[in-house]
């Protein structure tokens, strides 16, 4: 069974920079996308970032392009999303997915065409 175990939220203020992790077990996750999607209260789940495991490629909703770098490490089987120059409009709860699979680019952005999540964790921006 797959598990996904995120960590690295917290409080910080605007302008600084958080980095979030997910360790994945149960499978080996070459063949496998790796998402990032965010929730704030009363809002939708919402995309941020994602990768394809084998590969690396890399993609990003438009409003973190130049601030959020998705990463793996094959080693540790773990995907990072460094945050830089946080806003307060980027609080949320953040949560790491899988997609037994390589999604398309355009299939990646929904949450729906994810089998696996994470707990989440939290992410507080003050301003």
């Known amino acids: 069974q797959v598990q996904l175990v995120e960590s690295g939220g917290g409080l910080v203020q605007a302008g600084g920079s958080l980095r979030l992790s997910c360790v994945a077990s149960?499978?080996?996750?070459?063949?496998?996308?790796m998402g990032w999607f965010r929730q704030a209260p009363g809002k939708e789940r919402e995309f941020v970032a994602a990768?394809?495991?084998?590969?690396?490629?890399?993609f990003y909703a438009d409003s973190m392009k130049g601030r959020f770098t998705i990463s793996r490490d094959n080693a540790k089987n773990t995907v990072y999303l460094q945050m830089n120059s946080l806003k307060p409009e980027d609080t949320a709860v953040y949560y790491c997915a899988a997609a037994a699979r390589i999604l398309l680019a355009t299939l990646l952005t929904k949450p729906e065409r994810y089998d696996y999540w994470g707990q989440g964790t939290q992410v507080t921006v003050s301003s």
């Open positions: 990768i394809i495991w084998s590969g690396g490629s890399t």
């Open positions: 149960g499978r080996t996750f070459i063949s496998y996308t």
